[in-house]
Nanobody, 127 residues
Framework: QKQLVESGGGLVQPGGSLRLSCVASGFTLDDYVIAWFRQAPGKEREGVSCIVGKDGSTYTADSVKGRFTISKDNAKNTVYLQISDLEPEDTAVYYC????????????????????WGQGTQVTVSS
């Protein structure tokens, strides 16, 4: 059974940092693309970053580039999202998702393309 489990969310002050983790089980990263999405209250889900499990190529949305960094550890079957200089606008539930493919779209991850999803982890940025 293919599963994704996110962790690392929490309450952080503006300007702080977090590292979110997404642990995959039931499949290996080599054959999948893992993406991070976020959904703020009252807003549509937004794809912020993705990484190709086989070669490590990445996509990061312009809106968060420079603050969000995606990475992976194939040995741990885990994908990370490092978020720095957090802003209140980053408050959202963050989800990781997996798709059996070998590239990240140049237009960014689209949620309808991803088959497997984690349960999400809440990130709240507030003073």
């Amino acid at each position: 059974q293919k599963q994704l489990v996110e962790s690392g969310g929490g309450l952080v002050q503006p300007g702080g940092s977090l590292r979110l983790s997404c642990v995959a089980s039931g499949f290996t990263l080599d054959d999948y693309v893992i993406a991070w999405f976020r959904q703020a209250p009252g807003k549509e889900r937004e794809g912020v970053s993705c990484i190709v499990g086989k070669d490590g190529s990445t996509y990061t949305a312009d809106s968060v580039k420079g603050r969000f960094t995606i990475s992976k550890d194939n040995a741990k079957n885990t994908v990370y999202l490092q978020i720095s200089d957090l802003e209140p606008e980053d408050t959202a539930v963050y989800y990781c998702a997996a798709e059996f493919t070998f590239y990240c779209s140049v237009y960014g991850p689209a949620d309808y393309e991803f088959e497997y999803w984690g349960q999400g982890t809440q990130v709240t940025v507030s003073s």
